[in-house]
């Protein structure tokens, strides 16, 4: 995801992130996420993008 450039700086802690298929985006940020599995409370990799970007 990294790599390919899907996850972007929106503001401070909060990224955009593109879905697998490209069709959707998310807000993401290392304690939560707008994409289906972050709504429903668990982890997903669009925080774990998060993180990594932020501990770089």
């Known amino acids: 995801m990294i790599a390919d450039a899907a996850i ?12 697998t298929d490209g069709t959707e ?8 996420c707008t994409c289906p599995a972050g709504l429903k409370g668990s982890r997903c990799y669009h925080q ?8 770089a």
């Open 48 to 55: 774990l993008a998060a993180r990594l970007l932020l501990a």
């Open 25 to 32: 985006t998310y807000r993401s940020a290392p304690t939560g």
């Open 8 to 19: 972007t700086p929106l503001r401070n802690t909060v990224f955009l992130a593109v879905s």
